[in-house]
């Protein structure tokens, strides 16, 4: 959807280094969240984040939700190639409970 | 704990068949979404219910498409007189309520309409 976009589309990193993935939207969010999608497979919740400012870490992966609520990045640290797929942001965006999603970043991890 | 499932996994069929796509959500989750994703894209609002009713059916593309979850549980995703542009994998997820809540999400339907 073009009203939350992501960048980069896809993403080559060496195995061990530093990355950030962008979710931008031109609305407030009321929420947003973070998935990560491996081929074949359901999407696999990671993040939650709901307040401006906000910031979460789960073992690697720190997600901000900048104060306006309008951006959000995922940072992960020294990339592993389990972090490998496709990471989505979904956002609530009108508070009628419909997430609208970004079109998803490829990440792949070079060895 | 078994999570969403969904059924079949892989469909074929022709234009113009009638087909039926199942979710079965994790138990005692009240809130239900059908999402549709096509390659290289996120996922596509459908519908969601709350416990049996239909909260919000507007991202049905039209009246081919049809949903329901009569006993506030397992959902049927309907879609009558198929054409080549539904091919898409389709994804249900559940949740234990509407807001706030992750959303768990079954491994999807791909369906491909010859």
């Known amino acids: 959807s073009q009203e939350l976009e992501q960048s980069p589309q896809s993403l080559i990193v060496q195995e061990g280094k530093n990355l950030t993935i962008n979710c931008t939207s031109s609305k407030t969010l009321y929420g947003l969240y973070w998935y990560k999608q491996k081929y074949g497979e359901g999407l696999i919740f990671l993040m939650m984040?709901?307040?401006g400012g906000e910031e979460k870490s789960h073992e690697k992966i720190t997600a901000k939700l900048d104060e306006k609520k309008q951006q959000s990045s995922l940072h992960i640290t020294a990339s592993q190639p389990s972090h490998a797929g496709i990471y989505l942001c979904?956002?609530?965006?009108?508070?009628?409970?419909?997430?609208?999603w970004g079109a998803g970043t490829k990440l792949i991890i070079k060895p | 704990g078994a999570g969403v499932s969904q059924t079949p996994s892989n469909k074929v069929t022709e234009k113009g068949k009638y087909v039926e796509l199942r979710c079965d959500p994790i138990?005692?989750?009240?809130?239900l979404y059908w999402y549709r994703q096509s390659l290289g894209q996120g996922p596509e609002f459908l519908i969601y219910f709350q416990g049996t009713g239909a909260a919000d059916d507007s991202g049905l593309p039209n009246d081919r498409f049809f949903a329901v979850r009569p006993e506030g549980s397992v959902s049927t995703l309907k879609i009558q007189r198929t054409e080549r542009g539904d091919s898409a994998v389709y994804l249900c997820?559940?949740?234990?309520?509407?807001?706030?809540?992750?959303?768990?999400f079954g491994p999807g339907t791909r369906l491909t309409v010859l």
């Open positions: 984040l709901q307040k």
């Open positions: 997820a559940s949740s234990p309520g509407l807001r706030w809540n992750e959303q768990f």
């Open positions: 979904g956002a609530d965006m009108d508070s009628n409970y419909q997430l609208i």
């Open positions: 138990s005692g989750h009240t809130a």
